[in-house]
């Protein structure tokens, strides 16, 4: 595996004034030793050693980008520096602004679920009326088409000074632009389930409760995951963009605050962070799907 | 499997009298006006068993929906022990003519959704595995309904109707996608339940042998809009045999009715 390449970076001091150096030298080894291995003893490692396995390529893909990002930087300096600044710098950010990146993740955590667990309750609830109820829909119908389309990075200006705090004003347009997906998807759910379901139920003495709860409901949880799905992105978006403008913490704003001081290993390490959040809250829904849709076959695997 | 019988046969629930009063039905198709059934009128008695007969598309789906009370007919009455019917009621069960499971229940939870419904599932689980039991599906209570076959399915389907100890058990070609033996089997089955409770029984079927081997009465119908074309009685002792000459007489005579008498 890519245990050659990494082993000599502890040498490399060209830039001695780059710290960490030595700690990823380290690290780089630890993971080349433990790849190595694993991939010699993966038949005497059951499940890990399979998995390892099968992720060698990537593992080797990985070490090569690793290797040549280092030697580009670190040793010699083919990219301009302040702009792509190499792995060790990032891992720097990692230790020493630890506090800050802590404190800015769970803002934009605490900002992003409040938001999200909002708007896709009341998008759902919403969604179930108006695939429900007749006159629900003729009133809400309307007010959604108009408003629904229109992003909801539009209101931003309006909910700056409307809302109390700039806090209060991102949650409410993170659940407004998770609500709109979540409404129509529902809604479209709802509409879709067949009739036939219903004289089932009818015909066994379902009250009008159970038709809804029991039948039209989970019927209908297929699309709701899919307007969940996309509502999640587009909060992602406005999450960011909320943090940049008006709220002064998040990850958002630290990117924004990195971008200032040009600490561009700031950036990349603010980065990759909030990918490995967007990823885990996408991961985190797949997995409530396929255990509430286990009866469904040939869904995405995420 | 005679065992559960006998388990499910001890909630008594008789049968109930059908009164189907010159029933005329019609569709908007377009705008254009299709009419479906034509003034027909059926007194089932409480216990009979009926089987009705027709060609493809006349009717026969539609009557059943009109006596389980999801649709209203355009003109005329349909009454249960003289209760006239506007609703669906649980002691009119129906077993459609696809069997529409619910695709995120279990099997177990498929058939217990008539107790479910109506409230009383807590106390009577037993009911459930009763009437798995019966259909003999015990073994796969807990797969999804896309994991069963189109048989498999469909006996799902009526054990989820015999669980609630129907009056009135409606079945629209309950039997169509089973194998032969499975089917004959599964006749037996069905008269020998319906002899244990006695609950009225209204069968479609497009096979004659099959309404003759089940039915104590033996309607069929015109093309659409269907009509009353006979009615049939079929005094014959259970368990039928299928080679019966007698059978074999009326049989002869049915597929006459319905237009098959150069064929057979
Ligand atoms: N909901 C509906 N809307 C419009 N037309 C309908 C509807 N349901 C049934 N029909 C029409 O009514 C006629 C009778 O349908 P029905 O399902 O009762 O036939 P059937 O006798 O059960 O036929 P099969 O034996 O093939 O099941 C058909 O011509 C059909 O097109
Ligand atoms: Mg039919």
């Known amino acids: 595996m890519a245990t050659g390449f990494r082993r000599g970076r502890g040498r490399q001091r060209r830039l001695d004034r780059l710290s960490r150096t030595h700690s990823l030298g380290i690290a780089a080894f630890v993971i080349a030793a433990t790849a190595l291995f694993g991939t010699v003893g993966a038949d005497y490692l059951g499940y890990t050693g399979r998995a390892l396995r099968q992720r060698a390529p990537w593992l080797i893909v990985l070490g090569v980008f690793l290797t040549l990002w280092e030697v580009a930087t670190a040793k010699f300096a083919w990219l301009p520096l302040p702009f792509f600044p190499p792995p060790q710098a990032i891992i720097e950010v990692y230790t020493d602004d630890l506090p800050k ?14 938001g999200y667990i909002i708007g896709a ?115 992602f978006a406005l999450l960011v963009i909320a943090e940049m403008i008006g709220v002064k913490a998040g990850l958002g704003w630290y990117l924004q605050w990195a971008q200032g001081w040009a600490a561009y290993a700031n950036m990349y390490a603010a980065l990759i962070v909030m990918s490995l959040l967007c990823s885990g809250a996408i991961t985190l829904l797949f997995a409530v799907r396929d255990r509430l849709l286990v009866w469904q076959k040939g869904t995405v695997k995420w | 499997m005679v065992a559960a019988l006998a388990e499910v046969a001890t909630h008594h629930a008789a049968g109930a009298a059908l009164d189907i009063e010159q ?43 009109l006596v389980a009370g999801l649709d209203k007919p355009k003109a005329g009455s349909l009454r249960e022990d003289e ?23 279990t099997v177990w ?104 081997v089940l039915a104590n009465r033996v309607i069929v119908f015109s093309e659409r809009p269907a009509r009353v074309k006979a009615d049939i009685r079929v005094d014959r002792p259970y368990p039928r045999h299928r080679g019966d000459p007698y059978l074999a007489d009326l049989r002869r005579q049915i597929l006459g009715l319905l237009g098959l008498d150069a064929t057979w």
């Open chain 1, 101 to 114: 990146l802590l404190d800015s993740v769970f803002a934009s955590v605490k900002l992003q679920l409040g």
């Open chain 1, 121 to 235: 309750t009341v998008g759902f609830l919403t969604g179930v009326s108006i695939g429900w109820s007749r006159a629900v829909g003729y009133w809400l119908h309307p007010v959604l088409r108009f408003i629904g389309p229109l992003p909801a990075t539009a209101w931003l200006p309006i909910a700056f000074f409307t809302f109390p705090s700039s806090w209060s004003a991102s949650t409410f347009l993170i659940a407004l632009a998770t609500g709109f997906p979540v409404t129509v998807l529902t809604w479209s759910g709802v509409a879709s389930v067949s009739g036939a379901y219903y004289d089932v139920a009818r015909t066994l003495g379902a009250k009008p409760s159970f038709l809804v709860l029991k039948v039209a409901i989970p019927a209908a949880l297929p699309h709701v995951f899919v307007g969940l799905f996309m509502g999640l992105g587009a909060s």
């Open chain 2, 23 to 65: 029933v005329s039905h019609a569709f908007d198709i377009d705008g254009a006006e299709l009419p479906v059934l034509s003034d027909v009128s059926i007194a089932v008695e409480p216990g009979e068993f009926v089987a009705l007969l027709g060609p493809s598309g006349c009717g026969k789906s539609t009557l059943l929906r």
């Open chain 2, 83 to 105: 209760i006239r019917i506007v609703r669906p009621h649980p002691s009119r069960v129906v077993v459609f003519q696809d069997p529409t499971l619910f695709p995120w229940r």
């Open chain 2, 109 to 212: 939870d498929n058939v217990a959704l008539g107790l479910e419904a109506q409230g009383i599932l807590k106390s009577q689980r037993q009911r459930v595995d009763d009437a798995l039991d019966l259909v003999g599906l015990s073994s796969f209570r807990n797969a999804y309904p896309q994991q069963l076959s189109g048989g498999m399915a469909q006996r799902v389907a009526l054990a989820r109707a015999l669980v609630n100890d129907p009056k009135i058990l409606v079945l629209d070609e309950p039997l169509g996608k089973l194998d032969s033996l499975t089917r004959i089997t599964m006749q037996a089955e069905l008269v020998s339940l319906w002899q244990r409770k006695g609950f009225t029984t209204l069968l479609v079927t497009h096979d004659a042998e099959e309404a003759l």
